[in-house]
């Protein structure tokens, strides 16, 4: 077999233009890997009835996938050292195609879930694969405005997602949008032969830290585990609580051993850096805002306002249009102002726009709820290029293919608890809301009593038998009360949500305390 052309020897064949040609690889990787990531959220009802499962199990659709994606971020280090960019590439598309058949042919959820895990391993694998290659042929002054055209492939996976799995489902079923990303990762791969360089080092391969793998993903796991369980099995089970017991002990030995040995998975020695620090501390909170919110959104359109798969889909396309044309901007003010004043920025816009969905209702209309989602992906755009430019310039040359995957591990780590805590929270503030409205509902009520007067007076007059017309009026009150409650406990999941982007100016305040560091360079061509 030939040997595959280093980078060097690829920018003698194209030219600058070589510089283009490997973005847009990298960047439909990328896009093929994150379009179902957030296409399934508006298929969640869908499957939710198909398969006879409440939410508790149905939030693992997003939860392992995202999880999933925090391992494979870690892979990719190793993956390139070892095999060279082409050969990861290619090989995690190819898994990647796998994964969606299996999905689309599941016979149950768990066989579904399965594959979504291996979906989510493979997006890991390209987000930080695909940042690494742009640090590799961009100068350092284009740097932020690469970033922001490689943000395009992130972004452009959730805005046509959502949208196209809505159409898909309305015209056949759910397991069709599995099926529309196979075309293009299968480009993809071809133009990773020709654009991708293979492995340029020559030295002896690095050797795979297998136990650290073993620890981090059991504490994964085991903490996403508990936390999905905590409602069905009881906080305080022994279940949930050796769960919890499992996920500190793997975790206190994940840091021990990733501390002693001399490869580990993870340099936990980046964190020594505080710029890097306060950057990675950003990324887990911007990554629970984020993917908890896009859960929520599409979930409570479709619950509580009854609208289709489509609706929900395009309510998710206007933002993610506009978070599009908007992150080359933020990548290219990254370069030219400082990154922090951006950030800040970005999350600001994420905290207004929770506030304002901590006041929805049933019926609030479709085009406020999408310029809700609007202001938050302008946040996105302002926060997502600057924050990759000002973690990894923190960063030595040495340590950037580690410090890239570390960045997009804690922002998809705090996506993956981020919405599992967010289906807990919405779990547990609909059924305080329930008990609270409940125990109003006396005689002593009169709006109460009213209501159940004009629902019996109803069914009498479409005909229900008398003595059913007393129950059916309960029932009734009942599924008002449920929905009211189920609106009360997403406005407290939003809240929760607004908080916490307002939080996370800390640890921006305090990235810009550090000061700037030395940029972490290439020789690009």
């Known amino acids: 077999m030939p040997r595959a052309a280093t980078t060097d020897e690829l920018f003698e064949r194209y030219g600058p233009a070589y510089r283009w040609f490997s973005t847009l690889t990298v960047m439909l990787g990328t896009i093929s890997a994150v379009l179902t990531t957030t296409s399934v959220n508006v298929a969640i009802p869908d499957i939710m009835g198909a398969f006879g499962i409440g939410q508790d199990r149905a939030q693992w659709l ?104 809505g159409v898909l489902i309305d015209l056949f079923n759910w397991r069709f949008i599995f099926f529309a990303p196979i075309g293009v990762s299968a480009l993809a791969i071809l133009m990773g032969s020709a654009f991708l360089p293979g492995r340029e080092d020559d030295g002896e391969r690095v050797r795979f830290d297998g136990v650290g793998f073993v620890l981090l993903s059991v504490a994964i796991a085991t903490a996403l585990t508990a936390l999905s369980s905590g409602q069905r099995e009881g906080w305080s089970s022994d279940y ?50 984020i993917f908890g919110s896009t859960y929520l959104v599409p979930l409570f359109v479709q619950t509580i306002q009854h609208a289709t798969p489509l609706a929900a889909g395009l309510l998710l396309m206007p933002a993610g249009l506009v978070m599009g044309v908007l992150m080359p901007f933020g990548g290219y003010m990254s370069d030219r102002m400082s990154p922090t004043i951006l950030i800040m920025a970005g999350l600001l816009f994420f905290a207004i726009s929770a506030f304002w969905l901590a006041a929805v ?132 999941a939003f809240l929760l949500v607004g908080v916490v982007y307002v939080l996370a100016m800390i640890p921006a305040w305090i990235m810009a305390r550090t000061g700037a560091h030395k940029t972490a360079a290439f020789r690009p061509n």
């Open 62 to 165: 997003s939860t392992s996938t995202l999880a999933a994606m925090t391992v494979g971020m870690l892979l990719n280090s190793w993956l390139m050292q070892n095999f060279g960019q082409r050969n990861t590439f290619n090989g995690a598309l190819v898994l990647f195609i796998g994964a969606l058949l299996l999905a689309g042919a599941a016979p149950n959820i768990e066989v579904l879930i399965f594959a979504r895990i291996l979906q989510g391993a493979v997006a890991g694998l390209l987000q930080p694969l695909a940042m690494y290659t742009l640090f590799r042929v961009f100068p350092p002054n284009q740097r932020g405005a690469a970033m922001g055209f490689f943000g395009m492939s992130v972004i452009l996976g959730p805005a046509i997602g959502p949208t196209l799995g």
């Open 240 to 289: 949930v609580l050796t769960l919890f017991a499992a996920t500190a002990t793997s975790g206190v030995a994940f840091i021990a051993w990733s501390l002693h040995v001399t490869e580990p998975l993870v340099d936990l020695r980046v964190f020594a850096n505080a710029r890097f620090a306060a950057a990675a501390a950003v990324a887990v909170i911007y990554g629970a805002g």
């Open 361 to 492: 209702d049933a019926n609030m209309p479709f085009w406020t709820i999408a310029w809700c989602v609007v202001i938050s992906r302008i946040g996105m755009a302002l926060i997502k290029p600057a924050l990759n430019v000002t973690a990894l310039r923190a960063l030595t040359p040495e340590q950037l293919s580690q410090g890239s995957g570390m960045i997009n591990f804690a922002r998809q780590i705090g996506g993956a608890f981020g919405v599992n805590l967010l289906s807990v929270i919405l779990d547990r503030r609909t059924f305080f809301h329930s008990d609270t409205i409940t125990a109003l509902q006396t005689s002593a009520n009169s709006a109460t009593m009213e209501l159940l007067r004009q629902m019996e007076n109803l069914l009498a007059r479409a005909g229900v038998p008398e003595n059913l017309q007393g129950p059916g009026a309960l029932h009734f009150l009942g599924d008002v009360i449920h929905a009211q409650a189920y609106t009360m406990g997403f406005r407290d």
